[in-house]
Every structure is written in C-alpha cells, then in structure tokens.
C-alpha cells in the first residue's frame, strides 16, 4: 500500500511539473543568437536600459535585441535570450529548444531547406573590412583584393562570396567575427567580408580597421534574400503569420533609428 501511494504521490508531482513546464514554454518567446555579432546582437556583463538577460548569464544587447523585444511584445510573451553558437542555431529551432533565430541570419535558399523564415526586418550590403595601413585600404572593385588573404564567417554567404574576387587568397573561415578581427590586426588575413552595420561596428570599437564599400557593378553580386536578414523559425511554425504581423508594423524610419541606436549603444570593448 505504502509503496502504490509513493507511486501515485511521483506520478502527480511528474504531472503538476509538466504542467507548469508547458505553462512557463507557452508565456515565453525564446529566441536564439550568438550575442557575438555586433551592432546585431552582443553580450555584456552590466545590465542597462537596452540589454535582455541572456538565460546562461550576463547580458545582450543590439539591433536584434530591440527587433526580438519588439515581436515578443506583440506576440504577448516573455522574451528569453539564448545564447548559441551559430552552427547551434538551425538545430537549436529545429528542436524546439528556441522559438525563433534573430540573429543576422539571411534566408538563404540553402537554410529555407530545413527551417522557415518571417518576412525580412533587415536590408544591407556586403563590404571588406580591412586595417587603416593595408595596401588595400584604397580599394575601390572587388579586382584590387587580387592576391588579398580574404575570409569570412564559417557556414555564412559571407565566406561563399569570396569567390567573387579574381586571384584571392581565400583563407580559412572563422567561427566568430571578433576572431576575425584579432586575425586581422595581427595581419594574419588581409580583410574579411561583412554586412555594413557590422563592418561600422567594428570600426567603431578598433580604430586602426576601416571598411571598403563597393559602388554599383564592382563589389559583390547577390540576391536580396542573401544579404537581407529575417527571423528563423521551425518548418511550420504556427507563430510565422503573427510575426510578419508585426514586422510590416516596423516602420522603415523606425527600423534605421533602432540601427542606429545600436550603433551608438554597444560597449567600445565587447565583453
């Protein structure tokens, strides 16, 4: 008898905490980022008036951030950062683990195989950055990188394009752009390619690197899904209607002042 009680006393306690799991899942909008990709998403140790607690502790921040609290809010749940590296993230969706990617991520033709996208709620252009003293800091088409030690972010477009340059010497890709970044001072790689807002990110907290932008006809050749960027969500996802819902309500004005916003608020020295 004593031992049917027990059995029966577990099996409430494994219900009522299953219940309250679903419950506390279903007010939560989790989403997904690397919190390495400034001014789109960071971390920080010290909370302010901008930053999200991330789940595995400290703080993020940027661009995503205000595009995440701004869905969630719409949506009427509790926003929760998760951070994941970027291989992480696709899986991560997939598995329900996270709700949503916000992450820079584009809706590559590739990607929109195993997971779906909202409607785009970023649009850019793809830039070298380089450092200030560097023979290519003159650079005008993508011809003048000819022999250049070139690379870009491991698994994104960023480092498919590289292709793109006549004679490069296309390098290794990297898992994170700070990484690229201390390749590059250290003069280990010439240049690594970029969206804009990230290339004047990095620019702003390193100033002895600078960005080659391209005009029209002499830098880069890609679609607008491979250079725009939009929410990632799981093949089917109900919230998908929702969430261009409320992406068309972001207005294009609003959209530039919360870059901007990111621009100006991420710390000099990423923690």
């Not at 008036?49 to 991330?54: A, E, G, L, Q, S």
């Not at 991520?105 to 990607?111: G, H, K, L, V």
Request: proline share 4%; charged share 25%.
């Amino acid at each position: 008898m004593k031992k049917l009680l027990s059995l029966g006393l577990t099996v409430v306690i494994a219900v009522l905490l299953l219940t309250g799991c679903g419950k506390k899942s279903n007010d939560e909008f989790r989403v997904g980022m690397e919190c390495d990709y400034a001014p789109f998403n960071w971390t920080q140790a010290k909370e302010d008036t901008f930053t999200v607690p991330i789940e595995s502790g400290a703080f993020a921040g940027g661009y995503d951030v205000e595009i995440a609290k701004l869905i969630a809010d719409g949506l009427g749940k509790k926003l929760v950062i998760v951070k994941i590296e970027w291989d992480g993230l696709s899986p991560a969706v997939q598995s329900g683990r996270i709700d949503a990617i916000i992450a820079g991520m584009s809706p590559t033709d590739e990607r929109k195989a195993s997971i779906d996208f909202s409607d785009l709620y970023y649009e850019s252009e793809l830039v070298i950055v380089v450092r200030k003293d560097s023979p290519y800091a003159n650079a005008g088409s993508l011809s003048d990188f000819t022999g250049a030690k070139i690379t870009g972010q491991l698994n994104t477009f960023h480092y498919s394009v590289i292709d793109q340059i006549p004679g490069v010497s296309k390098e290794t890709a990297m898992e994170t752009f700070p990484a690229m970044i201390v390749a590059l001072q250290s003069g280990r790689i010439d240049g690594y390619v970029s969206e804009r807002p990230g290339a004047i990110s990095a620019a702003a907290s390193s100033p002895d690197i600078m960005y080659i932008e391209f005009a029209a006809g002499n830098g880069f050749e890609a679609s607008v899904d491979d250079t725009a960027i939009a929410v990632g969500l799981k093949k089917g996802s109900d919230q998908t209607d929702d969430i261009n819902k409320i992406i068309a309500g972001i207005t294009k004005e609003k959209r530039e002042q919360l870059m901007l916003d990111a621009l100006q608020n991420q710390p000099i020295v990423i923690d």
